[in-house]
């Protein structure tokens, strides 16, 4: 990666995998401008980052027109787990169209690249596995997760029609399960509930017999992944798969961390959701091809940075209320709680 000055806005930047993005561009010698409505970004995630000359931050909602200069854009605004996106679904839906008509108008006025942080969810319950890029998806539209999945959809349709119509250079990635340090501790996922359960010695809720499997990516393979892509020809668009093939059965992963926290939660069996989507697993071909590029970091040295990140958060946690009373938080207030939902 070259040291050279490109000015880069990164939308969600306040977000998992945006924070850990600005960082990775700022040690590459990028100007980051960080914007972020903080609904489900936080402060915490990038306030190491503030105090470096070439980051800034903008309070901004992607649904509304932006007016910057940038070389590049990484579009990542929109809340990811679907405890999240299902709180408000006609913002997750506007902030997946609207915003990548917003982003895709900006990046074709200043004639800036642009990346879209696309996801697997655009397979919807695959009949094909693992899924290659050419797979069309099996999405439902009606269902609660289809203004996630069809939002995420319509904006790679839009992407492609900007480049077709405007000539505007696009990169679109599809995202596959990612893990790591600054997951938001509220979001339902798997890894950050079973670490977070394992810390507090809760039991650890598998739904099924947990021999169902998962594949998890950790963040900076990803990032790796992301940068990879934009730096490659004008002439590659995408969509490409970025996520890690390696299988784990949610029952290994419970029992894994729990070794590794030593903690004394038991698991606890509870029945599998009616619409628990069957295993989504990346075909990485083409990034291997196109990007050179493949996962590094093994499942135990993600999680073993993960549970240190957790593991001040959730000891602070216990010291300043009662166990298990709780703060108020978005989940607080949706029509289902995290543990109904499928992940
Ligand atoms: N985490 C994963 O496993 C995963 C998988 C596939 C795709 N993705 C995609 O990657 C991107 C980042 O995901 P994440 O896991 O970091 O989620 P996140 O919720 O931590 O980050 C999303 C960020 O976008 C911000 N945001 C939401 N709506 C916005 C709006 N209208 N205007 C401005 N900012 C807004 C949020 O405040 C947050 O900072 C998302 O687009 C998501 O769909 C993530």
């Given amino acids: ?19 850990h993005l600005c960082e990775r561009l ?5 100007e980051v401008l960080c914007v972020d409505n903080y609904y489900t970004g936080r402060r915490q995630n990038i306030e190491h980052l503030l105090a ?26 929109c809340p990811a787990s679907p405890v999240h996106y299902q709180f408000d679904p006609v913002q997750t839906l506007k902030t997946s169209v609207h915003g990548a008509i917003n982003m895709l108008g900006l990046a074709k006025r200043i004639k800036a690249k642009i990346f879209q942080a696309s996801t697997s969810e655009v397979y919807g319950d695959p009949h094909v596995h693992p899924q290659t890029e050419s797979y069309w998806g099996h999405v439902n539209p009606l269902g609660p997760r289809a203004c ?24 679109v990635a599809r995202i596959f399960n990612t893990y790591g340090p600054r997951m938001h501790p509220d ?35 990803l990032i790796e992944g992301m940068l990879r892509l934009m730096a490659t020809d004008d002439g590659f668009l995408g969509p490409v798969n970025l996520g890690n093939p390696g299988e784990v059965s949610v029952r290994e992963l419970a029992e894994l961390i729990i070794a590794m926290t030593g903690s004394r939660s038991k698991l606890a069996f509870r029945p599998l959701p009616a619409d628990d989507p069957k295993q989504r697993q990346p075909d990485i071909t083409l990034a291997k091809q196109k990007l050179s590029w493949t996962p590094r970091v093994d499942l135990r040295e993600g999680l073993e940075r993960t549970i240190d990140y957790f593991r001040p958060i959730v000891a602070a946690e216990a010291a300043t209320r009662p166990a298990h009373s709780g703060s108020p938080k978005i989940t607080d207030r949706l029509p289902i709680q995290p543990e109904e939902m499928a992940f």
């Fill in 1 to 19: 990666m070259s040291f050279s000055r490109v000015r880069t806005l990164v939308t969600g930047g306040s977000g998992f995998i945006g924070s």
């Fill in 26 to 30: 700022l040690a590459n010698g990028h």
């Fill in 52 to 77: 470096n000359p070439r980051f800034e931050v903008m309070r901004h909602d992607i649904t509304m027109n932006l007016y910057v200069e940038v070389d590049e854009i990484y579009n990542l605004a």
């Fill in 148 to 171: 996630y999945d069809e939002g995420k959809r319509a904006a790679e349709t839009l992407f492609f029609d900007y480049h077709r119509q405007h000539d505007v250079r696009i990169k």
């Fill in 187 to 221: 979001d339902g996922r798997v890894v950050s509930n079973f670490i977070i359960q394992a810390l507090r010695d809760d039991p650890i809720t598998i739904y099924g017999n947990g021999e169902q499997t998962r594949s998890f990516g950790y963040v900076d393979d």
